[in-house]
């Protein structure tokens, strides 16, 4: 059975309309206009057990409010959604006690006591016994090194030290589900990396299913095998992330350290430069030319080094939002 | 029920980390106290009664209700729409537990201190102002007062929350909170016993559950309310209890539907 089962999920908000300055609000006191904004317009998407999952879009693609749905929080307004078995919004204790949602820029932990506090009154909320709120502590101090933290009310713990109390208060009843939104955002590369490693091992390990949401790059490319797209609140893509790179982008980048300057015209001839420095430049190169393009830049050009790659994730991202690759 | 006992502490841990608003609150607390006091204090020094209120009998309301403003008249629910309007609600509605059962517990807490508080307030108030204090008129009398302040928590409660629920549909509800206070305090008997306003107002307000927050329940203390007239009070506190108690529910999932989880 699939982890999560949603079939043309939708969700439509109704959002209120004020008219511009003192005038409108004075205006809006009596009448108020309302629109229908669709954030999600039809998803459908499966989730097996155990997988790790990107959801990928700019802002307002409806990843959250996807996410929102999945959790329950959101009623949707249209469609079906089975999570772990469960329909979200009922909001059963069963399904409550078996997935965490830990969002970016949101925190559970309470903010004027230390988080010990907080941990242990979700121990008590998960019926955890003594013994395995122990355990899970340590569990979680040896992942994430919250030793010292422990007892420092949360209110004087600097973000990258509240994020990783965050993610290991969501984790302690060891949830089968993770649902992340933004894990990184806000944080220095020190920390996004001790978290990316660290939701790494609860994946492989612990055989956690996780879906996230990132605007971080490097979050996709080291986390997630298989990555959903999500514009305008439909799926455009869910696949591989290497599918999704060759499907939408047709070309790959060539890079070349020359050994001596070569004006940019000499450089032109060999195809679209993205990169150009003198001694350093890159082309954007059809796949299908790949190896006599290469040849020729090797016979033509004083090559010191040369090496052909994917396009960056971040300028395929761009390239299928902002270009209409779709 | 460990989760609500671990609550329970930790709202006291919070409230004790965050004083200035308790400190506050209790401020206000006594000056309501000192100013109706000595206002009835004086209204009665040269009169035999007010309305059937001896001077003994005034002044025993005055401090009685005083009580009861900690007892019932107090509540956390106030910061429930600002949890719904900056999505703070979603952390609750996450986790495995009951939001009202979340927000009893934390006014309980926040009760059992302004109660721990006030007792100690009216002690040294007793000890230094000696002021004319009735008994209740018999066991009997003490014990239904007991009986209908606890319903009247519940039935503040219910209400307060319901308010609370609000929040899903205005995100501006601290002026719909503070009209209804004002007029909550004055038809409960919270400022002066309702009996001395016109016939035609006690009338209106024989319709409302406000009366039976203060008013009742201090009536039954001063034996104005005789054990006829107890089962008919205890009734419609528990009649209004169980109407407020569908109004939030149903409120509560209504909103719930609407609920945009925002700023995540």
């Known amino acids: 059975m699939p982890a999560i089962e949603a079939v043309n999920l939708a969700k439509t908000y109704v959002v209120s309309q004020r008219g511009e300055g003192f005038a409108g609000s004075l205006k809006g006191l009596f009448t108020r206009e309302t629109r229908n904004v669709e954030a999600v317009k039809s998803v459908s998407f499966s989730v097996e057990p155990g997988e790790l999952v990107a959801f990928l879009g700019p802002n307002g693609a409806g990843k959250t409010t996807t996410l929102k749905m999945l959790s329950g929080l959101l009623y949707p307004t249209g469609g079906t959604l089975k999570v772990l078995g469960h329909v979200p919004f009922e909001k059963k204790q069963d399904y409550l006690r078996r997935f965490s949602f830990v969002m970016g820029q949101k925190h559970q932990l309470w903010w004027e006591l230390p988080a010990l506090d907080t941990f242990r009154l979700n121990a008590a909320i998960f019926d955890l016994d003594a013994k395995r709120y122990r355990r899970r502590l340590d569990e979680l101090n040896e992942l994430l090194q919250l030793d010292p933290l422990w007892n420092t009310p949360v209110k004087k713990l600097s973000l990258g030290q509240r994020m990783k109390m965050e993610l290991a208060c969501a984790l302690l009843h060891e949830p089968e589900l993770l649902l992340l939104d933004e894990p990184t955002i806000g944080l220095d590369v020190v920390m996004q990396k001790t978290l990316r490693d660290f939701v790494t091992r609860l994946n492989r390990e612990k055989k956690t299913t996780i879906l996230l949401t990132s605007h971080n790059m490097e979050d996709i490319e080291t986390l997630c095998r298989r990555v959903i797209v999500v514009h305008h609140g439909i799926i455009l893509f869910d696949g591989d992330l290497p599918d999704l790179v060759a499907r939408f982008v047709p070309a790959k980048q060539v890079t070349a350290v020359l050994k001596e300057e070569r004006p940019r015209k000499d450089i032109e001839r060999f195809g679209a430069v993205q990169e150009y420095n003198g001694l350093r430049a890159a082309w954007e190169v059809p796949r299908g030319d790949i190896s006599s393009r290469v040849s020729d830049i090797l016979n033509q050009l004083p090559v010191a080094d040369l090496t052909v790659e994917e396009m960056p994730l971040e300028d395929v991202i761009r390239r299928i939002f902002k270009e209409g690759a779709v | ?264």
């Open chain 2, 1 to 264: 029920m460990r989760k609500y006992l671990t609550l329970f502490i930790m709202s006291w841990q919070k409230q004790l980390e965050v004083r200035s608003d308790f400190i506050f609150e209790r401020g206000r607390s006594l000056a309501v106290l000192f100013s109706l006091y000595y206002l009835w204090s004086s209204l009665l020094t040269n009169r035999a009664d007010v309305a059937g209120y001896s001077r003994s009998e005034m002044l025993t309301y005055v401090v009685m209700m005083t009580l009861l403003r900690a007892w019932v008249l107090s509540n956390v629910t106030d910061r429930i729409p600002s949890e719904i309007a900056q999505g703070k609600l979603s952390d609750l509605l996450l986790r495995p537990i009951s939001h009202f059962g979340y927000w009893a517990t934390q006014d309980a807490a926040s009760k059992s201190l302004a109660i721990g508080s006030v007792c100690i307030e009216m002690s040294l108030f007793v000890f230094f102002i000696r002021p004319p204090l009735l008994p209740p008129t018999s066991v009997a009398a003490a014990g239904a007062f007991a009986f209908s302040t606890l319903l009247a928590m519940a039935m503040y409660f219910q209400m307060s929350y319901m308010l609370g629920v609000i929040g899903f549909w205005t995100a501006q509800s601290w002026g719909p909170r503070f009209c209804f206070e004002v007029f909550l305090e004055f038809s409960a008997g919270a400022y002066f016993p309702v009996d001395l306003l016109p016939g035609a107002a006690q009338k209106v307000l024989a319709w409302l559950p406000f009366p039976y927050l203060v008013f009742h329940p201090l009536s039954i203390y001063l034996g104005k309310a005789g054990p006829d007239q107890w089962l008919s009070i205890l009734g419609h506190q528990v009649m209004w209890i169980g109407v407020l108690t569908l109004a939030s529910r149903g409120l509560w999932g209504a909103g719930l539907r609407r609920y945009a989880a925002e700023g995540g």
